[in-house]
């Protein structure tokens, strides 16, 4: 079991605030302060360039790839940290491409975040080769992959609705008809049980900044499978990728295994808050996070339902086929999001009428759960979002 009070203990949640966005932007784990107030004061300040070995900077990207690994269900040694998500879809998909040469398209749905969808298109004006992105509704998947398909680009958790995608299932048909597998697992990673071996994913990616806790711009992650991790090859073939970085040698050599999709100097100081953000989950079961994420989504949709009939839900009922998020529909949903704001409840928006709300059971209690509820009735039955505070829209939403 998981003592979540325990969890929580080890957040610096504001005073004041019922935080549902942890979806978007995980908070500040009170360890992360002293450890990167370390690093720069006893790595970066003390040992200047020597802290590349001195302190382990080269190995993190791998020691944290494995800290990660242990929550995705990756074997040891298959998850190196760097970049940002949208870099590491461009590499793995270019990858995964490179596998299938014959075939042209990139199968994905449109529940798909968008970068996701941007970099396939820039990838296939890059490669020049006619490959087509096709995207279908999220329900019509499995019947779209067929033998035409080089390369499924899914992500396992719808980020509007949080749908949630049955990996194992869509990787095996992709298998059966020849394809290779892209999840992007965004908003997996922290927020249920996943299992990329046991599912046959070709490859992973995912950020480390929401349900991860890593802190804004934090490093994102990528899985290659064992059977792949020696001939899969890098399209962002930097120096750190290279089989002997220090060697200098004119021409690129990719490196052993998940190595190779190391680019270039990895950021030691964003590594430092994540490392102490992973310490978190050493005292969490995933099985016990998942029952208290399905109780606490469970509650907020129940409360709510019955507070507000004028909100229609947007994600799928059944909670087995949700992630960790739940969203409701509503025309004015910006405003009323910004109205629950300013009343010490925070959720997002997702146009064009989705407003979303993430549970996280490592810092989120129930009684919580059932006052942003209460919040959000009070919004809604005395129309406080209509008013023109709340309509202005910010640059990020
Ligand atoms: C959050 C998210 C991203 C963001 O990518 P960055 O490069 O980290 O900004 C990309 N894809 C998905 C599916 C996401 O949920």
């Known amino acids: ?129 006619g490959h087509e992105l096709r995207v279908v509704a999220p329900e019509a998947v499995a019947a779209a992959i067929t033998d035409e398909v080089a390369v499924t680009l899914l992500t396992e958790v719808d980020y509007r609705t949080g749908r949630l995608h049955d990996m194992a299932d869509l990787t095996s048909r992709a298998h059966a008809d020849g394809a290779v597998t892209v999840w992007d697992l965004a908003h997996s990673a922290g927020a249920l049980p996943v299992d990329v071996a046991g599912a046959g994913a070709d490859f992973a990616v995912g950020c480390t900044y929401k349900y991860l806790n890593g802190g804004p711009g934090a490093p994102a992650f990528i899985y290659v499978a064992p059977r792949h991790a020696d001939t899969a090859f890098p399209a962002l073939s930097g120096w750190l990728g290279h089989d002997a970085p220090f060697a200098f040698e004119p021409a690129y050599r990719p490196g052993a295994g998940i190595e190779r999709m190391r680019v270039g100097t990895p950021p030691v100081l964003a590594m430092a808050a994540l490392d102490a953000a992973l310490d978190v989950w050493d005292v969490v079961d995933m099985g016990a996070l998942r029952a208290r994420s399905i109780e606490l989504s469970e509650t907020f949709i129940a409360e709510v339902e019955a507070a507000c009939p004028m909100l229609t839900l947007a994600s799928p009922r059944d909670p087995v086929l949700r992630g960790s998020q739940v969203s409701f529909r509503f025309e004015q949903g910006y405003a009323v999001i910004q109205a629950l704001i300013a009343r010490g409840v925070i959720g997002d928006f997702r146009a064009p009428d989705i407003m979303r709300f993430g549970f996280t059971p490592l810092y989120l209690t129930n009684s919580e759960v059932r006052e942003a509820a209460h919040r959000l009735a009070h919004v809604m039955q005395d129309h406080l979002w209509d008013a023109p505070q709340y309509r202005t829209r910010a640059a990020v939403t």
């Open 1 to 129: 079991m998981t003592d979540f009070d325990a969890t929580r203990a080890m957040f610096h949640l504001p005073e004041g605030v019922i935080y549902l966005d942890g979806n978007s932007l995980g908070p500040l784990p009170r360890a992360a302060v002293e450890r990167m107030q370390g690093t720069l004061r006893d790595e970066w300040g003390e040992m200047l360039i020597t802290g590349w070995n001195q302190a382990g900077w080269m190995e993190q990207p791998r020691d944290l790839g494995d800290r990660i690994g242990r929550l995705i269900g990756a074997e040891t040694g298959h998850v190196v940290l760097g970049d940002t998500l949208s870099i590491k879809v461009y590499q793995a998909l270019a990858a995964a491409l490179d596998m299938r040469p014959d075939r042209r398209v990139i199968l994905s749905d449109s529940g798909n975040f968008p970068s996701d969808l941007y970099i396939a298109e820039g990838l296939i004006r890059a490669l020049g080769r």
